[in-house]
C-alpha cells in the first residue's frame, strides 16, 4: 500500500469499505494495480453502504492536488460500488486535514474527545460525512 512515485513523492493511501459477507476480514476493494483495500467500518449489514477513508501525503505532496486526485478517484469508485456514506476521521489537531475535507464537501458531523493518543497527550477525533447518493424517503422510522 505504499508506493514512492519517481517524483519523489510518497503516497499511501487505504480505504476501508464494510462487507456485509464478512465485515471484519481484508479483502481487495480494487484491481491490485490500485493498492486500495477494505474492511469493515462496523460490523452488521446496516453499515454496507458506508465507508470510511484516510488518505496520508507527506509534506511534499501536500498542496500539488495529489490528495484531491485521490479523492476524487476514491469517491468515483465508491459511487459505483453503491457507497452511500463516506466518513474521514481526522484529528482535531489537523486543521489542514479537516480544511481539506470541508473544500471536498464533507461536513461535520461530531467529535469523539480525547479518543486517540500521540506522543503521550490525548486528542480529539473529528468525524466528518459526505453523502455520495441521495437515499430514498422511506417513511417515519418505525416506533
Known amino acids: 500500500m505504499h508506493r514512492t512515485r519517481p517524483t519523489g513523492v510518497s503516497v499511501t493511501c487505504s480505504a476501508s469499505i464494510t462487507s456485509p459477507s464478512r465485515p471484519r476480514r481484508l479483502r481487495r476493494a480494487w484491481p491490485p494495480s490500485r493498492n486500495v483495500w477494505r474492511r469493515g467500518f462496523r460490523p ?11 488518505i496520508l501525503l507527506v509534506p511534499g505532496g501536500q498542496g500539488r492536488g495529489l ?10 469508485h465508491a459511487a459505483h460500488a453503491g457507497v452511500h456514506a463516506k466518513i474521514a476521521a481526522v484529528s ?16 461535520e458531523v461530531g467529535r469523539l474527545p480525547q479518543v486517540g493518543v500521540k506522543a503521550g497527550r490525548f486528542l480529539d477525533l473529528v468525524l466528518m460525512q459526505k453523502m455520495l447518493s441521495v437515499a430514498p424517503d422511506t417513511g417515519p422510522a418505525a416506533g
Open 92 to 107: 482535531a489537531d489537523n486543521p489542514g486535514g479537516i480544511a481539506f475535507h470541508a473544500a471536498l464537501g464533507y461536513a
Open 44 to 54: 452488521g449489514d446496516g453499515y454496507a453502504r458506508t465507508m470510511e477513508h484516510t
Open 67 to 76: 490528495g484531491r486526485a485521490l479523492m476524487g478517484a476514491l469517491e468515483t
